[in-house]
Nanobody
């Protein structure tokens, strides 16, 4: 059974940092594109970042560029989202997602992913 388990969320002040982890029970983890999405109360789920498989190509939501970094450790079957200079508008439940593909083109639509974690809450206060 495939499981994606996020961790690392919490309540922080504006300007602080958090690192989210996504541990995946996926066979051949290195064949999956990994993505991070977030959903704030009353809003639709939105794309945050994605990292491809073969060359590690990354792509970000414009509002997080330069502050967030997505990475992966294929040996640990884990994806990460380093979030620096957090802002109150980053408050949301953050989800990781996985899609088995060697495509380099970033998948920014939630429907494009096959597996999802349960989410981890990030709250940023001003």
């Amino acid at each position: 059974q495939v499981q994606l388990v996020e961790s690392g969320g919490g309540s922080v002040q504006a300007g602080d940092s958090l690192r989210l982890s996504c541990a995946a029970s996926l066979r051949s983890f290195n064949t999956y594109m990994m993505g991070w999405f977030r959903q704030a109360p009353g809003k639709e789920r939105e794309f945050v970042a994605t990292i491809a498989t073969s060359n590690g190509y990354t792509y970000y939501l414009d509002s997080v560029k330069g502050r967030f970094t997505i990475s992966r450790d294929n040996g640990k079957n884990t994806a990460y989202l380093q979030m620096n200079s957090l802002k109150p508008e980053d408050t949301a439940v953050y989800y990781c997602a996985a899609k088995q593909t060697f495509a380099v083109r970033p998948i920014m639509e939630s429907a494009g992913y096959d597996y999802w974690g349960q989410g981890t809450q990030v709250t940023v206060s001003s």
